[in-house]
């Protein structure tokens, strides 16, 4: 059931514009996403609530926009050089990577090979393999599976899998083991480290050798507002406690993507370092869990959804003293959206080291000196549009006018999300009055929102329209409007809600002020 819905909406995003596979007439590049108009108004409308939310609303927080670009030096001193890797293992009969630490624990019986022969052409192989069986009675595709692992090495192609004679060494029952490829039984080989960093080269004459010519793709954002964190307090004249904000692309390359949007190469965050006393760090932390999730409520992620993981000492990064994770109901399980995490000094204290310089703060009223402690309330952009839509998507059964089951397809988003706040048609697209006041409606309230004009089709079609991009109110221009039936009726138009359907008469005069007041 679940597996249906998040396809349907995979279906729905991209029949109408919200997110498209990237580069599909080449075939798609893995995991890479792009957003069409609908969900790029979206983005758009989530990012500046965002910011409206964290800093323009707030006197103790101010913006950046670091560069992804990021030099070596940097990622060396925060650690993400050396450390910030994945263990990676291979299915040796697929190719497939796997993440070693999110292979899930199996058992069954481990079928041990040392090779292969085919006795008819003198050919054989020795190399070591195995399969797991999940009990005695599979142990027949356990054998088929080794065969396919070993018919890689036949330089007679013309050979059948089949005929191959198999050269079966032992037989062992397991529990929990995490050796083995949980979709095709074959082993995988032992894990390794995978920097997760897209690295460059900067400059036309770089040398491959040069250090300083080596550069990343930013693997998060964090580090580009701690190694401006000086500069902006000496030019924003800020004191503490205050924060940074900014929201940006990041890269990071996954061992496997999976999940959609969910988990991908390239991604949006949204981020905030607050630099705090160390005295108010653990304080500020609980405070900023609470802020975000009534965040979520306000973007319409109801907090029934949410799932607050207080992420335990052993789990935690090593530099955390405190890290909440806000996960939310996905169509594919309990998922994180935000981290909150008390970062301590680390990061501006390992900055301060390797650039030489220091980052201290001077309290002028107390005369202490010290390193800022962080807390970090870190979201994804993407991940939250996703919630967003899973969230609103609905399939409502109607009954049609002959008593038939009738599907109607709705994105139940809140206003101030929604890609278009208000669809505008004229009932008939050939009465020119009924145009002429639908298009100066339309000129009326497009400085302030997106509307979208149609005269197209009946208009129960259109409301249908409507409904399936999450469209929340819909105007229509109709004869009451031009006085045709009634004269108090004049200047007025059809309102109607798109989920309830109710439909109310509003005078065009009074519409700016009451959709601002619901969209904003």
């Not at 399969?131 to 356990?142: H, K, M, P, Y």
């Not at 070993?150 to 029952?173: D, H, M």
């Not at 038939?404 to 009465?431: E, W």
Request: proline letters at 4%; glycine letters at 6%.
């Amino acid at each position: 059931m679940a597996a249906d819905r998040l396809e349907n909406i995979v279906s729905l995003a991209k029949r109408r514009g919200f997110v498209y596979p990237s580069s599909e007439i080449y075939g798609g590049l893995r995991a890479s996403w792009d957003y069409g108009p609908l969900g790029a108004e979206l983005k758009r409308n989530l990012k500046d609530y965002w910011w409206r939310k964290t800093v323009q609303e707030r006197d103790d927080v101010v913006g950046m926009d670091g560069a992804i670009l990021t030099m070596q030096q940097v990622l060396v001193s925060s650690g993400h050089v050396g450390g910030f890797s994945d263990p990676m293992c291979d299915c040796l009969l697929s190719k497939a990577r796997l993440r070693a630490d999110q292979i899930p624990a199996q058992d069954g019986i481990e079928v041990w090979f040392s090779g292969a022969k085919h006795e008819a052409s003198e050919w054989s192989v020795e190399r070591e393999f195995a399969v797991l069986a999940s009990s005695e009675a599979t142990i027949g595709e356990a054998y088929k599976t080794a065969r396919k692992y070993y018919a890689e090495f036949l330089s007679n192609k013309q050979i059948s899998p089949k005929e191959l004679e198999l050269v079966e060494t032992k037989r062992e029952a397991v529990t929990g083991t995490t050796r083995f490829n949980p979709d095709n039984g074959s082993l995988l080989t032992e894990a390794r480290a995978f920097n997760l960093m897209f690295k460059t080269k900067m400059g036309a004459s770089s040398d491959d050798n040069d250090p300083n010519a080596t550069a990343y793709l930013r693997p998060e954002t964090a580090q580009s507002i701690f190694v401006q964190y000086k500069n902006v307090l000496d030019s924003s004249r800020v004191k503490l406690p205050f924060g940074i904000a900014q929201v940006g692309k990041s890269f990071r390359n996954e061992i496997n993507p999976r999940n959609y949007t969910f988990r991908s190469r390239e991604f949006e965050q949204m981020e905030i370092e607050y630099f705090c006393h160390p005295n108010d760090g653990m304080r500020l932390t609980d405070e900023w869990l609470e802020m975000r999730l009534n965040f979520y409520e306000e973007i319409g992620i109801p907090r029934t959804k949410l799932h607050i993981l207080d992420v335990p000492d052993g789990d935690r990064a090593f530099y955390s003293k405190k890290t909440y994770d806000i996960e939310y109901e996905f169509p594919f399980g309990i998922q994180e959206l935000e981290g909150v995490a008390y970062r301590t000094d680390y990061d501006l204290g390992v900055h301060q080291k390797g650039a030489g310089r220091s980052l201290e703060y001077f309290d002028e009223e107390t005369k202490e000196r010290f390193i800022p402690h962080v807390v970090e309330p870190s979201a994804g952009c993407d991940r939250t549009i996703l919630a967003l839509i899973c969230e609103a998507f609905d399939e409502e059964v109607l009954q049609d006018d002959k008593g038939k089951d009738d599907t109607r397809t709705v994105l139940r988003f809140t206003p101030r999300m929604a890609p278009i706040k208000v669809g505008i048609f004229p009932l008939l697209k050939k009465n020119e009055e009924q145009v002429r006041i639908a298009r100066q409606i339309q000129k009326t309230l497009q400085p302030w929102m997106t509307v979208f004009y149609d005269d197209s089709g009946a208009v129960g079609r259109r409301y249908r329209r409507q409904d399936e991009v999450g469209t929340p109110y819909c105007v229509t221009i109709d004869f009451e409007t031009l006085g045709e039936e009634a004269e108090e009726l004049k200047n007025t138009v059809t309102l109607r809600h798109r989920d309830s359907m109710e439909q109310v008469r509003m005078p065009i005069d009074s519409l700016l002020g009451w959709l601002l007041e619901r969209v904003r």
